[in-house]
C-alpha cells in the first residue's frame, strides 16, 4: 500500500492515511487484544513517518485503552471445600490510573497543539464516555464548543468525512446522544446528571430530548411535578408530535391527578403514525387508568404531596396513627389504589427525647424511588415530614436517601447507607437533622 498524506495548512499538520486505515482495521477486530504487537508496529512506523499526524495521538490513546484495565487477582475461601485453608483465585479488572493518565495526556496535548481539528475533540468526547469520566466530559463539552463559538464552527476534518454534512452538526449530534446515554443510566448521580444537563441546554437550549431527560429526572427523582411539567412543556412545544415526550407527561398528568390532561396526551399517541404497538398499549394504560371513575392517587402522590400537607393539619401524633382513617376521609377527593393499605406494614407511636414522632413503615421497596420509612416529627405546627427512600446504586455506601417533603416541594438531605430499624432511622433525623 503507497502512502497516502493530506497535508492541511502547509507542513503544520499531516495525516498519513495507509497508517490510519491498517491501524484502524485492527481495532475494528473482535480480538484486537491478541494483534497488540501489530499496531505497536504500525504506531512506531507511524511515529518516525509523520510524527505531528494528529491522528496518530488518537491512536495512541486508542492503543492504551487497550491495556487501561489491569487485572487485580485476589484470593477467596473455597466455601464449598470444608477446608478453610483452600482458596479460590478471583480475576478482576480495574483501571490503571497510569495508562489512563498517560492517554489524557496525548490527547490533550495534541488538541492543545492542534485546537481546530474536528477528529480530536469528538474522540475526546467518545474516551469520557467509554471510560464513564462523565465530570471530564463536562469539562471537555465546554471546551469544544467554546472553541466552536470562537471558530464560527470552521473545523479542520478529515477528507473521509462526507463533505456535504457540517461538521457542527455531527457534533451536536455525539455531544446530545452522549449526553442522553449518560444521563439515562441507572448508575448516574443526580446531581451529575442535572449538571451535564445545564451544560447541554446551555449550548441547546431547544434540544427537546434533553429537555424530556430533565422532566424525567425532576419528575421522577426529584418529586417536583411542577418543574417536570415546565420541561415537558417547552420540549411539546419544539417537538410536538414527540411519542416519549408526550407519554412521560401523561404519566406525570397521572400522577399529580390530571385525569383530562393525561387522556388528551396519550391520545395523541395512538394517533401517532411513529408510535410502536408498545408505546400505543402504554397509551392506552394510561387512558383506561384515567378514565377511572375516580383517578387514584399512588403511593408517590402520596408520600411526597399529600402527607406534608396531612402533617401540617394534624393536632395530635395520634391522628396520623389511623391510617385508614386518613386514607379515606382526611385525603383530597380521589383515594387511594387500593393496595396502598398493604404498603402500610405499620404504624408506631416512637418517642425520643422530649418528641412523640409517628413512623409509617412500608414494604422494602423493589424499585426507585419508593419509601421504607415515612416519620412526622413534631414541628412548630403541626409535624414534618421525612422520609427514607430507595435510592439509585451509586455505590455500597449509598443505598437510601433521607428525604424532606413540604408542601412547596421536595428536597434531598443525602445518602445513607441505611439503618438496622425504624426507630434508628427516626433517632438519626433527630440527631442530625432536626437537632
Known amino acids: 500500500m503507497t502512502i497516502a498524506a493530506v497535508a492541511l495548512f502547509g507542513s503544520t499538520t499531516v495525516w498519513c492515511q495507509n497508517y490510519s486505515a491498517e491501524f484502524g482495521s485492527i481495532m475494528d477486530m473482535d480480538r484486537r487484544d491478541q494483534h497488540k504487537p501489530q499496531l505497536d508496529s504500525i504506531l512506531s512506523l507511524w511515529g518516525k513517518s509523520a510524527p505531528d499526524d494528529p491522528k496518530l495521538a488518537i491512536a495512541k490513546c486508542r492503543r492504551l485503552l487497550l491495556d487501561c484495565y489491569k487485572p487485580v487477582i485476589t484470593k477467596a475461601k473455597n466455601k464449598n471445600a470444608g477446608n478453610d485453608s483452600t482458596y479460590n483465585i478471583v480475576i478482576d479488572h480495574e483501571l490503571d490510573p497510569v495508562v489512563i493518565n498517560k492517554a489524557y495526556s496525548i490527547i490533550d496535548g495534541a ?3 492542534n485546537p481546530d481539528i474536528f477528529e480530536l475533540r469528538q474522540y475526546k468526547l467518545i474516551t469520557d464516555y467509554q471510560l464513564e469520566f462523565y465530570s471530564e466530559f463536562i469539562r471537555d463539552f465546554e471546551k469544544a464548543f467554546k472553541r466552536q463559538e470562537q471558530n464560527k464552527g470552521k473545523w479542520i476534518v478529515d477528507d473521509s468525512f462526507s463533505p456535504e454534512v457540517p461538521r457542527e452538526r455531527i457534533f451536536t449530534a455525539l455531544a446530545v446522544g452522549y449526553l442522553n446515554d449518560i444521563i439515562s443510566k441507572d448508575s448516574i448521580d443526580l446531581d451529575l446528571a442535572e449538571q451535564l444537563l445545564d451544560t447541554g441546554l446551555k449550548y441547546f437550549p431547544n434540544e427537546f430530548r434533553l429537555l424530556n431527560i430533565y422532566g424525567i429526572i425532576v419528575g421522577n427523582y426529584r418529586h417536583d411535578a411542577e418543574a417536570a ?6 420540549a411539546l412545544e419544539i ?15 397521572v400522577k399529580t391527578g390530571d385525569a383530562k390532561g393525561a387522556i388528551e396526551l396519550a391520545s395523541k399517541v395512538l394517533e401517532s403514525p411513529e408510535a410502536s404497538k408498545d408505546y400505543k398499549d402504554e397509551a392506552m394504560d394510561i387512558i383506561s387508568y384515567a378514565n377511572a371513575e375516580k383517578i387514584p392517587v399512588s403511593l408517590y402522590s402520596f408520600e411526597f404531596q399529600y402527607a406534608p400537607v396531612l402533617a401540617s393539619k394534624a393536632g395530635n401524633p395520634f391522628q396520623m396513627t389511623n391510617v385508614a382513617y386518613i ?3 382526611d385525603l383530597p377527593s380521589g383515594g387511594f389504589i387500593p393496595q396502598f393499605r398493604s404498603d402500610v406494614v405499620k404504624d408506631d407511636l416512637i418517642t425520643i427525647g422530649d418528641k412523640e414522632c409517628v413512623l409509617w413503615t412500608f414494604d422494602d421497596p423493589t424499585e426507585t424511588p419508593l419509601c421504607k420509612y415515612l416519620v412526622f416529627i413534631p414541628a412548630d405546627k403541626g409535624f414534618d415530614v421525612y422520609t427514607l427512600e430507595k435510592t439509585l446504586p451509586l455505590d455500597e455506601n449509598i443505598n437510601w436517601v433521607i428525604g424532606h417533603p413540604t408542601t412547596e416541594g421536595h428536597s434531598s438531605l443525602g445518602g445513607v447507607k441505611g439503618f438496622e430499624n425504624g426507630e434508628a432511622f427516626v433517632k438519626f433525623v433527630i440527631d442530625k437533622i432536626v437537632k
Open 239 to 253: 417537538a410536538p408530535d414527540d411519542v416519549l415526550i408526550l407519554l412521560n407527561f401523561a404519566q406525570l398528568k
Open 111 to 113: 488538541i492543545n497543539n
Open 229 to 234: 411539567a415546565k420541561y415537558y412543556s417547552k
Open 327 to 329: 386514607i379515606e376521609e
